[in-house]
Antibody, heavy 127, light 107 residues
Framework: QAQLVESGGGVVQPGRSLRLSCDASGFTFSNYAMHWVRQAPGKGLEWVTV????????YYADSVRGRFTISRDDSKNTLYLQMNSLRIEDAAVYFC????????????????????WGRGTMVTVSS | DIQMTQSPSSLSASVGDRVTITCRTS??????LNWYQQKPGKAPKLLIY???TLQTGVPSRFSGSASGTDFALTINSLQPEDFATYYCQQSYSTPFTFGPGTKVDIK
């Protein structure tokens, strides 16, 4: 079955960088757009970014645009999130999630709903 | 950006109750509204997409409806495993915003 496993979280000082990874298995990774969603401790869900199935477009939340970069390596079935200039308010559990739309057919669009989620990786930003 | 509100922010209910959670968007989004369930320490789970379509494997006691910019998630005959936090999310345009959540706990 489809599975996503995040890694790369940890403790980092404000202003520093961190790269998260998300390893996909059990489905054809290259057919799907992929999202990152985060959740600060005790708070709700915040959508962060998405990359289309072919990497042609990327979209970001205002709170991370210009600091975070999403990318993918379909040869490795891996999604990445490069986080630069980290702030205290970036501390959260980061989930990767699969977009619901399978783009193996010609009728491909960005669904925006997320049907497969990883368990998350914790990022702590502290001096 | 599209703003999302949910009500109530929390509710207490008993097993067997019928529960309705509402979500309102700041602008028309067609039927591009999704519902997720999240239990403590776990990842969210997609319950309903496109406002009223049940995700595969989700029990039929869950249902979704829409009227303009108002959306609702109804749980008929609440079960013990349904105590969780529920989030709505719009997928009409980026950024794909979530509602603040509704926590359903045991009365």
């Amino acid at each position: 079955q489809a599975q996503l496993v995040e890694s790369g979280g940890g403790v980092v000082q404000p202003g520093r960088s961190l790269r998260l990874s998300c390893d996909a298995s059990g489905f054809t990774f290259s057919n799907y757009a992929m999202h990152w969603v985060r959740q600060a401790p005790g708070k709700g869900l915040e959508w962060v970014t998405v990359i289309l199935y072919d990497g042609s477009n990327k979209y970001y939340a205002d709170s991370v645009r210009g600091r975070f970069t999403i990318s993918r390596d379909d040869s490795k079935n891996t999604l990445y999130l490069q986080m630069n200039s980290l702030r205290i308010e970036d501390a959260a559990v980061y989930f990767c999630a699969r977009d619901s739309q399978d783009c193996s057919s010609t009728n491909c669009y960005l669904s925006g709903s997320m049907d497969v989620w990883g368990r998350g990786t914790m990022v702590t930003v502290s001096s | 950006d599209i703003q999302m509100t949910q009500s109530p922010s929390s509710l207490s209910a008993s097993v067997g109750d019928r529960v309705t959670i509402t979500c309102r968007t700041s602008q028309t989004i067609s039927n591009s509204l999704n519902w997720y369930q999240q239990k403590p320490g776990k990842a969210p789970k997609l319950l309903i997409y496109a406002s009223s379509t049940l995700q595969t494997g989700v029990p039929s006691r869950f249902s979704g409806s829409a009227s303009g910019t108002d959306f609702a998630l109804t749980i008929n005959s609440l079960q013990p495993e349904d105590f969780a936090t529920y989030y709505c999310q719009q997928s009409y345009s980026t950024p794909f915003t979530f509602g603040p959540g509704t926590k359903v706990d045991i009365k």
